[in-house]
């Protein structure tokens, strides 16, 4: 391949856009792992306070987001109850999530995170008649058989890691279904309505549950370490839940669930080096099976569009993956010019 030919294609619509949206999505995963770490961090510490970290981290999303919406002064776009079911939901679910590291390793609550994507397609496929072509659903079949790999790893044929494995396992299955019910409720709340309000009343609505919820802050007894954990916990979330919502927008659930597997893999690079803990030869082999089955669910390049949609020929939805394109072009343009003025420097 000439240069001129590289230069084209560096300059192409598509690289930009790929390479924007592939930065992006690892930015996700990374906070994905640093939530996953410093919830197992805080376990290991011998605090069993799933609530309390969310509390901290819902907090902290409804200051700033909350600031943002209270400074636009407009009415909600989306009903308030909505909002309070959607926050009940997404507590729930990092609550069953972040009680799992009390009795799984890393890696196993990590790697069955991935049934959250069977549960949306079983969800959209109930709920909202989206049409998925028979290499989707073989693709989330093959995800699925490598999740079933976990669960005989922590049955005791590998070894699982932690002191309860297949409770860890099953409350992190259970935490997934909320995550579920989480995303899609999500993902077309920020699609349809206003991505801002969205983040900043899952902060108010999460917080309030939250409150409710918690038993006791004096039954954890605090140290820098303990705050810092709870700390740490709080800025990945703010982070995971600031970039998500943008995703998803941009490129949709499949970008999404791609980019949020390589959490798995920094997942068994703190169990080993952090940790310093042997991670089985199944876990390899269920992600290399999970790996496969989600990129035979992409090979459409586009996410379903809902049957309803289609026949009542509704035009937001026929037209929306044109709508990212465009935003997506914009950013890619203003990448493209900052690293043409870093070039032309040099």
């Known amino acids: 391949m000439s240069w001129c030919a590289l230069g084209s294609y560096w300059g192409s619509h598509g690289f930009r856009r790929t390479l924007w949206l592939l930065l992006l999505g690892q930015a996700v995963s990374f906070a994905l792992a640093l939530c996953s770490f410093t919830s197992s961090l805080i376990a290991n510490f011998g605090v069993n306070a799933p609530v309390t970290q969310t509390l901290f981290a819902y907090l902290s999303l409804a200051l700033f987001y909350g600031s943002i919406l209270l400074y636009r002064r407009r009415k909600l776009l989306v009903s308030w109850y909505w909002y309070l079911l959607l926050g009940f939901v997404d507590v729930q679910g990092n609550y069953l999530v972040n009680e799992a590291f009390q009795y799984s390793s890393i890696t196993s609550v990590t790697l069955l995170d991935c049934w959250t994507i069977a549960w949306v397609l079983i969800l959209t496929w109930i709920f909202l008649g989206t049409r998925y072509s028979l290499w989707q659903l073989f693709g989330a079949a093959i995800c699925v058989v490598g999740l079933g790999l976990v669960l005989i790893s922590d049955a005791g044929v590998g070894g699982g890691g932690g002191s309860r494995p297949l409770l860890g396992d099953i409350l992190v299955i259970a935490g997934t279904v909320f995550y579920a019910i989480s995303n899609v409720s999500e993902e077309f709340c920020v699609k349809k309505k206003d991505r801002v309000e969205v983040i900043a009343m899952i902060g108010v609505y999460g917080f309030l549950v939250s409150v409710v919820q918690v038993k006791s802050l004096e039954s954890v007894e605090w140290s820098t370490d303990i705050i810092l954990g709870f700390a740490g916990y709080a800025l990945s979330t703010f982070m995971l839940y600031s970039l998500g919502p943008f995703v998803l927008q941009l490129s949709g659930a499949t970008m999404f669930n791609l980019s949020i597997l390589t959490s798995d893999m920094w997942a068994v690079v703190i169990r080993i080096f952090f940790y310093h803990q042997q991670v089985d030869w199944l876990y390899y082999l269920a992600f290399s099976v999970v790996v496969i089955g989600l990129v035979i669910y992409s090979t459409t390049g586009k996410d379903p569009v ?9 035009s937001n ?13 914009q950013i890619s343009r203003w990448l493209h010019e900052g690293l043409g003025s870093l070039q032309c420097r040099h």
Do not use: K, V
């Open 317 to 329: 939805a026929q037209y929306e993956a044109l709508a990212q394109d465009n935003q997506a072009l």
């Open 306 to 314: 809902p049957e309803s949609a289609i026949e009542s020929g509704d």
